[in-house]
């Protein structure tokens, strides 16, 4: 496709911007904002209190920062992908010597005004900086291997940082995240095949090496019943939870399981479990529906964008979206380990809602300055 100067429009002031905007996207994200803000306030048994409060601020600043960040030149994040990348690690340094540890994982900072986990930050850096990387080599030198060496590198360090802070889960999806950009940038599939093939001779030699909880996991995955009132308790109460909200759910603030306490962590990483049993089947497609409808926006923005780096941003996080989404509803329904992922946006946490709204702000500046060709 040609593009002629003549033709080419760059927004220059802030009504030029808004006019910009992927406007489903952003009622998308809305809306899906406002749901959090109702089911954070049944999880606390439809009270504001402290959950629900702080999530609806948080809710309001960072969709406030979204807008910012979207009108925000998309080549200076092009450019400052490095120094964010490098904060971002050094963030994580950071947490090994002044975190504090909650139950027996250590991997938050407390920022006084805010409690900080940078492992939730380093799921958009490493997609930041692959994008900016692999947007300045050509695509005949993607597979040549001191090219394949930096990706490496970048992939593992904090992948081995975030996993000694006793983070499985989030050290894996940082680890799918990056993986997701070499495989956009046109890194041979033959490799991936060789990793994969690779991470399952190493899994039974590594099992024996994981935390005692982590393990407890894995076994109450394969069989909750072993363990019904201990490690398997959060995956058998999650199952009938959901499986009791039928059609249409209990009704708002109905839900049983949740209003008895049945529900451990329903706030956090089982919050789609308390929504599934108020409002059952038909609610539950509603919630898959709009992340479905906002990883596909990312994927138009990406279509539609002129910049390598841009197209690969938006193609990285709206895979990386879809993996962090469905890494949660498969945990709460039994189809995966609890490996303590949070889903976007709708789950109490700050530090994971400022990374996906920092994400999803780079991705509505791709569309907002879609014209530009970045160098």
């Not at 540890?101 to 692959?130: C, T």
């Not at 070499?182 to 991936?192: H, R």
């Not at 708002?252 to 049945?262: E, I, N, P, R, T």
């Not at 910049?307 to 996080?317: A, E, H």
Request: net charge positive; aromatic share 18%.
């Amino acid at each position: 496709m040609f593009y002629s100067t003549t033709s080419l429009h760059i927004p220059s002031n802030i009504r030029d911007k808004l006019s910009h905007l992927d406007f489903i996207l952003f009622f998308s994200i809305l809306l899906l904002g406002i749901i959090s803000i109702f089911a954070q306030f049944s999880s606390d048994g439809g009270e504001w209190a402290s959950h629900s409060i702080k999530h609806m601020i948080r809710c309001s600043v960072f969709f406030i920062f979204f807008i910012a960040i979207s009108f925000v030149n998309i080549s200076l994040w092009n450019r400052l992908s490095f120094l964010i990348f490098l904060i971002f690690i050094l963030l994580l340094l950071v947490v090994q010597f002044f975190g504090f540890e909650v139950k027996a994982s250590k991997r938050w900072l407390n920022l006084f005004v805010f409690i900080l986990q940078p492992s939730e930050l380093m799921k958009i850096g490493i997609i930041l900086f692959l994008a900016n990387y692999y947007h300045k080599i050509s695509l005949s030198d993607v597979n040549k291997p001191k090219y394949l060496l930096i990706p490496i590198i970048t992939i593992s360090i904090p992948f081995i940082i975030v996993l000694s802070q006793s983070d499985l889960g989030t050290a894996l999806l940082i680890l799918f995240s990056g993986l997701v950009v070499t495989w956009f940038a046109g890194v041979k599939w033959k490799i991936f095949a060789y990793l994969s093939l690779l991470a399952v001779v190493l899994a039974p030699v590594v099992f024996p090496f994981l935390k005692s909880y982590q393990k407890s996991r894995i076994l109450s995955f394969l069989n909750p019943e072993l363990d019904p009132l201990g490690v398997g308790y959060q995956i058998i109460q999650s199952k009938i939870a959901i499986g009791s909200g039928g059609l249409f759910g209990k009704g708002f603030l109905k839900g049983s399981q949740a209003y008895l306490d049945y529900l451990p962590e329903k706030h956090t990483d089982f919050i789609f479990t308390l929504y599934s049993e108020e409002f059952g089947f038909f609610g539950s497609v509603f919630i898959v529906f709009l992340y479905f409808l906002i990883t596909y926006r990312i994927v138009h923005i990406g279509n539609i964008t002129r910049s390598i780096f841009g197209k690969l941003f938006c193609y990285s996080f709206s895979t990386a979206f879809f993996i962090y989404v469905t890494v949660n509803m498969s945990m709460v329904l039994g189809l995966l380990p609890i490996v303590g992922a949070p889903l976007p946006i709708l789950s109490y946490g700050g530090s994971s809602m400022l990374a996906i709204m920092f994400g999803l702000g780079i991705v509505m500046s791709c569309k907002v300055y879609k014209n530009i060709a970045v160098s």
